[in-house]
């Protein structure tokens, strides 16, 4: 595993843990929760496999 991938799995799991400590503080509203969530993996799988 490459230096970008290990960021890839390092970062994406904060991002989801971050948003979802959001909703539970009231920043974030579900939809926003789940957008942020589908984003952050698309990305990161996208990234991942491309590498």
Not at 5 to 16: E, K, M
Request: aromatic share 6%; no cysteine.
């Amino acid at each position: 595993m490459s230096d970008a991938q290990i960021g890839l799995s390092i970062a994406t799991p904060v991002i989801v843990i971050f948003a979802i400590m959001l909703y539970r503080m009231g920043v974030l509203q579900r939809t926003g929760v789940v957008t942020a969530v589908i984003a952050a993996i698309a990305i990161a799988a996208s990234l991942f496999l491309q590498r």
